[in-house]
């Protein structure tokens, strides 16, 4: 258990070094100088750990462990290890780390599995880069089409194939994967939340992932001179972006039942100190455990829209992602506690209000997802902090798991 932990924060200290704001948080952009520096070290521990690495044509990696029967689904462990700007060292990584750690204790008690292991890295959960998140995931699932992925671009209007190629990758190779070589999916993530802290439980076994959607609004209005522009005579697309915001916290709360809307980016064209505003465009983010509120307030957000528009403001919405709340598969639910509970690891159920690769994985396979404590309920930050001795808790908990979907038998 101790060498596990070494392990452990061992990856978790190399990997939080390849960020692009050093002192400042893990800045890891998918396709980035700090994704490939990630990249190498995550494929050459699953190579050290006895695991045949291939990445397909998104860049997504996979560490396989060979089973006995032929042809047989693979059960995948991982996450992804991309970052959100100035965020934490365990959002995605930890998964990561959980998957190669299965293995590797799969290597040190020589075990032959029947159905093959796979560990899974993934790029792009967070959108940080292209936007949308999840792209991994999506990506071999096949919700992300190969020509939407080559439409994508990045802030400075860079296609996700040009990015690739930089840092070495070849967005020629396969994308989507064939669901009859998917057994099961296991996900390892960080709560990103005070519960499990809160009530000194140190794993969470998920029952529920929250729906959510993501939308981006254009408000196109008129630009002109600061100082000569009487005030009736404007159309100022900030401005009728920020009364549009400012109403958002109260059509979430009205619809009650944890319900979070947010606006976490905001674009203003020409952005000059001395011009109105012509162009304000700005994502929104809806969340909520059930699917009729999502839809109640994606209602109450389009007739706002319509309420503003006119008098020379126009505005444009575009829904990026729409993932309907998911439950996680029950037998690897009871799997997962019943583990537990011969581990006399205390565990409770929790639902995640975050989304997460496992809820686009549970459409095509099995999924199972488990949450360790986040200090302070703190992610997205530099502070973000989980212990390792949680992690390596989680680890022997997927290990046993693991053996049992992967009917995995001792030499
Ligand atoms: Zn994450």
């Not at 994508?152 to 296609?159: C, F, M, P, Q």
């Not at 109640?296 to 919405?317: F, P, Q």
Request: proline share 5%.
């Amino acid at each position: 258990m101790n060498s596990l932990i070494t392990r452990i924060e061992g990856h978790i200290d190399t990997l939080s070094k390849f960020t692009a704001t050093p002192g400042k948080g893990t800045t890891r952009l998918t396709y980035s100088k700090e994704d490939r520096l990630a990249r190498d070290y995550i494929k050459e521990k699953m190579k050290e750990y006895g695991l045949q690495v291939r990445e397909d044509g998104f860049g997504n990696i996979f560490g396989k462990l060979e089973g006995t029967l032929e042809d047989a689904p693979s059960v995948l462990i991982g996450s992804h290890f991309d970052s959100v700007p100035n965020g934490g060292s365990y959002d995605g990584p930890a998964g990561v780390i959980a998957g190669l750690e299965v293995a590797a204790l799969f290597a040190e008690n020589q075990l032959t599995p029947k159905y093959p292991l796979e560990v899974i890295a993934l790029i792009e959960e967070e959108g940080a880069r292209f936007s949308g998140g999840l792209m991994g995931s999506r990506g071999i699932t096949g919700l992300l089409s190969e020509e939407d992925f080559k439409n994508l671009r990045d802030k400075d209007g860079i296609s996700p194939e040009e990015a690739m190629v930089k840092i070495g990758l070849d967005p020629s190779l396969p994308k989507k994967r064939d669901f009859q070589t998917i057994k099961a999916f296991l996900e390892l993530h960080i709560e990103q939340g005070p519960i499990l802290e809160e009530k000194n439980i140190p794993l969470g076994v998920v029952e529920a992932i929250v729906g959510l959607t993501q939308f981006e609004i254009t408000v196109e209005g008129q630009a002109g001179h600061a100082g000569t522009t009487p005030m009736e005579r404007r159309s100022d697309a900030l401005v009728t972006a920020a009364k549009m915001i400012a109403q958002f916290p109260t059509l979430a709360i009205e619809e009650g039942d944890g319900t979070v809307m947010t606006t976490g980016q905001l674009h203003v064209y020409p952005n000059g100190a001395n011009v109105i505003p012509k162009t304000t465009v700005f994502t929104v983010d809806i969340r909520s455990s059930k699917e009729e509120h999502i839809q109640t307030v994606i209602r109450k957000m389009k007739d706002l829209i319509e309420s503003y528009n006119g008098d020379g403001i126009h505005i444009s919405a575009r829904q990026q992602l729409y993932m309907r709340p998911k439950t996680m598969n029950q037998d690897i639910l009871t799997l997962l506690k019943q583990t537990s509970s011969a581990l006399d690891l205390p565990y409770c159920s929790i639902n995640s209000g975050a989304g997460h690769d496992a809820m686009v994985l549970s459409d095509f396979t099995e999924v199972g997802m488990l949450f360790i404590p986040s200090k302070d309920g703190l992610s997205h930050c530099p502070e973000e902090w989980s212990d390792s001795r949680h992690l390596a808790n989680a680890v022997q908990v997927f290990y046993e798991t693991a053996k049992k979907l992967t009917e995995a038998e001792e030499k």
